[in-house]
């Protein structure tokens, strides 16, 4: 479904991606991980094709269709869609115009916003004094309306309290799995590629392969249950000596 | 007439230059129209004059409107009162000679000698709109005047009085346009407005003039206690040269003024506009916001706020986007007293519309365009209260036909 050659990124004149190669498949569900600082926000925004990351070399494919100089909105609409961990305030767009932009004149996914507890936010301008919760929210509602093939998650638990974890997680869950408001032609699971820290989104979704990332390329790759223990226990300290490192 | 000034000293301000804006000669114009052409029913009007008329939010048909006022060049053409109690609409001259009373408010609140436009308005002996509320009337739906500029190359002078009386409240729309083989007049008109105690007007003045069109608009509120002003003003459309800083004196306790200016300066547009709040009386409170966009004009936002009485509040907010290189925006917010009791601030933003905004739109799958205007959209209304729902309308009306992601 996605595939990542030699992908070189610079972000605020400074290279951030040194060669990343990846793949996800199909129906499949990638964790990375990595410590901050390793370039995994950036790689998902280099996807999305976000302005600031300029790519200097590498291809990024989409269903064998070459998408590395696309715009955003091609992007999208191919069935691109993204969680961002910090999206920016739009003042003077109310979410409920952007929600219903996104789901192009499917009114259904409004009717639900009461489901995210965002009911009361479709009036009020995006982004604008949410909490860290109220985000996640938010754009889990937007991308439910945009029916994506693929999702990138940036960090979907982070900021989030202990009770609004679970309405997170179910979210996540019904947009991997079951977008109640897809279409019927299509079928079968929503492929995402999803970073996280704590892992404690693993708790909601099954994840099929994880690849950990450090300075900029993909060290090394495997069952995100073993990686996530061997982070765990050891760090990413363990990762410059490992053995692994060449995959 | 009425003034306490001498004549002559009038007649010498006739060559006394705008404060601001280039100077502007009214002796290449021509006069324009004393008598127009009498509208009995704006709903049968011709195509083009209904065209502009519907383009500065006045409704032909009248409907959900309590009366209409119409002046073409310099006559009254159409005036209509649907609901007669507690509102008076005339124009200004019938009015004078109607109500003796009304000499103590005709050119008192202005200064004819103020500059080369009042002089001429005030020489010329204009006629305009006067709308009176008597004490005590809500008035519910808008009472609604225009000014069409129909004369080419000729020179449209008004003079217009708004009194909201005791405890009365009114919402009035005006609309200014030029027909469209008449872009090369100016516009001079010259509003006195009072708001007294206890009373409230919401003011929304919509231009749209060609792109060579010269306008001066003076305009000076005097509001009692506990009154309440909102001065709401659009201009989306090109302009040759628009010059205007209308000025509010809170001379009444707890009186609250606000001004919303929301300005669009294309391409050969030279826009100076803004305006100043003076708080002479305690507890008073005034906002003044502007919002602007420079496709390649220039646009100076000024505003003014003088704090001469203990208690006051007043804040200032200038923003504008700069959509492409070229032409000038300058944003000039002033803030001034000399009492310690008071709270006076203000914040001026200019810059690029922000890429990460439209990028993250456009990860919804929404077009780079779309994006565009969406943000702008956002950007012009965002914040501002007071803002009537058509006139929201309006301006998402305009930002379509504007085109902004090309």
């Keep these: 479904m996605l595939e990542i050659k030699n992908l070189h990124v610079e972000a605020g004149e400074r290279e951030i991606l040194k060669g990343v190669n990846l793949k996800v498949e199909e129906g499949e569900t990638c964790i990375l991980f990595g410590p901050n600082g390793s370039g995994k926000s950036t790689l998902l925004a280099a996807i999305m094709g976000y302005g600031y990351c300029k790519i200097t070399d590498g291809q990024i494919l989409f269903r064998d269709v070459d998408i590395t100089n696309m715009s955003v909105d091609q992007r999208a609409k191919l069935g691109i869609g993204m969680m961002m961990q910090r999206p920016p305030n739009v003042v003077g767009v109310k979410l409920g115009t952007l929600v219903q932009a996104a789901a192009q004149g499917d009114t259904c996914v409004l009717d639900k916003s009461d489901e995210f507890r965002m009911g009361n936010f479709l009036q009020r301008d995006v982004n604008v004094g949410f909490s860290g919760g109220e985000i996640k929210r938010s754009e889990l509602l937007q991308l439910t309306a945009q029916k994506p093939s693929f999702v990138l998650l940036d960090e979907p638990e982070s900021g989030v309290d202990l009770e609004s974890i679970d309405l997170i997680g179910e979210k996540v869950h019904d947009l991997l799995y079951t977008n109640k408001c897809k279409t019927p032609e299509r079928e079968g699971r929503v492929s995402s590629l999803v970073i996280t820290h704590t892992g404690q989104i693993l708790d909601y979704i099954g994840a099929d392969k994880a690849y950990v990332m450090g300075d900029g390329i993909i060290r090394c790759s495997g069952r995100p249950m073993d990686i996530l223990k061997d982070i765990r226990e050891r760090g990413y300290g363990e990762c410059d000596s490992c053995k692994l490192i060449k995959m | ?406």
């Design chain 2, 1 to 406: 007439m009425q003034t306490n000034k001498d004549v002559n000293e009038i007649k010498k301000a006739l060559g006394k230059k705008g404060a601001y804006g280039p100077d502007i000669e009214m002796e290449k114009y021509k006069e324009g129209t004393y008598t127009p052409e009498q509208i009995k029913d704006l709903s049968k009007t011709s195509e083009d004059v209904k065209d502009r008329l519907i383009d500065v939010g006045i409704i032909a048909s009248e409907a959900d409107r309590s009366g209409t006022i119409v002046f073409i060049d310099n006559g009254m053409s159409h005036c209509s009162n649907k609901i007669q109690e507690g509102v008076e609409i005339l124009s200004t001259k019938k009015a004078l000679a109607k109500y003796d009373w009304l000499k103590e408010y005709n050119w008192k609140a202005m200064d004819p000698a103020k500059d080369k436009y009042t002089a001429k308005s005030y020489l010329e002996d204009s006629d305009g709109y006067f709308v009176w509320v008597k004490a005590g009337y809500h008035i519910k739906n808008p009472v609604q005047t225009c000014m069409l500029l129909n004369k080419d190359k000729s020179i449209q002078n008004l003079h217009n009085i708004i009194i909201v009386d005791e405890g009365a409240s009114l919402e009035i729309i005006t609309g200014c346009t030029t027909s469209k083989h008449a872009d090369e007049s100016l516009h001079v008109g010259v509003s006195e407005i009072y708001i007294k105690d206890d009373a409230s007007l919401s003011f929304s003045m919509i231009h749209n003039w060609g792109k060579d069109t010269a306008v001066r608009p003076r305009t000076v509120a005097i509001l009692g206690k506990n009154s309440k002003y909102v001065n709401n003003y659009v201009l989306l459309n090109p302009v040759g040269t628009l010059q205007s800083f209308p000025v509010a004196y809170l001379n009444g306790e707890g009186g609250t003024c606000r001004y919303n200016t929301i300005c669009l300066a294309h391409k050969g547009s030279d826009i100076d506009t803004g305006g100043s709040i003076v708080l002479n009386a305690p507890n008073t409170s005034a906002e003044i916001m502007s919002r602007s966009i420079t496709r390649g004009g220039r646009m100076v936002t000024r505003g003014r706020l003088v704090g001469n009485a203990p208690g006051v509040k007043a804040h200032l907010e200038c923003r504008s986007i700069v959509l492409e290189d070229g032409g000038v925006t300058l944003a000039i917010p002033e803030l001034e007293t000399s009492v310690a009791d008071v709270e006076m601030t203000h914040e001026a933003a200019v810059g690029k519309i922000a890429r990460d905004q439209i990028e993250y739109l456009m990860s919804r799958g929404i077009s780079e365009d779309d994006a565009v205007s969406m943000i702008v959209r956002g950007f012009l209304v965002g914040g501002i209260k007071g803002l009537p729902d058509n006139l929201r309308k309006e301006i998402d009306d305009a930002v379509e036909k504007a085109n902004f992601g090309n």
